[in-house]
């Protein structure tokens, strides 16, 4: 199974960025979804996750308020639309799947994963 997360670039802190994370359809089918990121010298940290119906989700504190994450059963994608950017959300960004369809922000219940993309906030 194989994922593709493509949308990172740089931006100046305030700025918007959208993230996208493509698999197949039947990549999709029953499977929650989340995103996670990793800061130079930092570890893993969620960012946020979906459950396989939407539209219901789960967000780090670091990002509430200011990140939205959203799929396309349709399309196979899904997505992280990311507002207010700061320097602090500098880091490699990875979409995951989990063979469940329930909502999980722990990355060791994601069974497969997609390569990063990368962000950078300047200040």
């Known amino acids: 199974v194989q994922l593709q997360a493509s949308g990172g670039g740089s931006v100046q802190a305030g700025g918007s960025l959208r993230l996208s994370c493509t698999g197949s359809?039947?990549?999709?089918?029953?499977?929650?979804m989340g995103w996670f990121r990793q800061a130079p010298g930092k570890e893993r940290e969620s960012v946020a996750a979906?459950?396989?119906?939407?539209?219901?989700?789960l967000y780090a504190d670091s990002v509430k308020g200011r990140f939205t994450i959203s799929r396309d059963i349709v399309k196979g994608t899904v997505y992280l639309q990311m507002n207010n950017l700061k320097p602090e959300d500098t880091a490699v960004y990875y979409c995951a799947g989990r063979r469940s369809a329930g909502i999980s922000m722990s990355a060791t219940t994601y069974n497969y994963w997609g390569q990063g993309t990368l962000v950078t906030v300047s200040s």
């Open positions: 979906i459950g396989w119906g939407g539209p219901a989700a």
């Open positions: 359809q039947r990549t999709f089918s029953n499977n929650a």
